[in-house]
């Protein structure tokens, strides 16, 4: 059992910056992934970043809506990554959800992951 806790949601202007954060507790693994995804209003949930962990080895991975502006990164002495979102736009308004894999090769499909924490709302105001 894995229990991830979001943090770091909030109202930001357009051209603004937010970082979120999400902790995992419970069962510690060495190979795993970690994302970050969000559904906005009346949308499905998107994968936003993710993180393939291999040990020591940590590789990013983005969509592509969000290179260059979005950054995931990992603490392993907390158990905890984040996500660094610079230059948020109005339409990235959504509830950003933290998801769990126990396969280092998880990917972009929510159906992938088997935990997930209770959503950070961010809003982005025009």
């Known amino acids: 059992q894995v229990q991830l806790v979001e943090s770091g949601g909030g109202l930001v202007q357009a051209g603004g910056s937010l970082r979120l954060s999400c902790t995992a507790s419970g069962r510690t693994f060495s190979t795993y992934t970690m994302a970050w995804f969000r559904q906005a209003p009346g949308k499905e949930r998107d994968f936003v970043a993710g993180?393939?962990?291999?040990?020591?080895?940590?590789?990013?991975t983005y969509a592509d809506s969000v290179k260059g502006r979005f950054t995931i990164s990992r603490d392993n002495a907390k158990n905890t990554i984040y996500l660094q979102m610079n230059s948020l736009k109005h339409e990235e308004t959504a509830v950003y959800y933290c998801a769990w894999s126990n396969n280092y090769k998880s990917g972009r499909l929510e159906t992938e992951y088997v935990y997930w924490g209770q959503g950070t709302q961010v809003t982005v105001s025009s």
């Open positions: 993180l393939n962990i291999v040990y020591t080895v940590v590789s990013p």
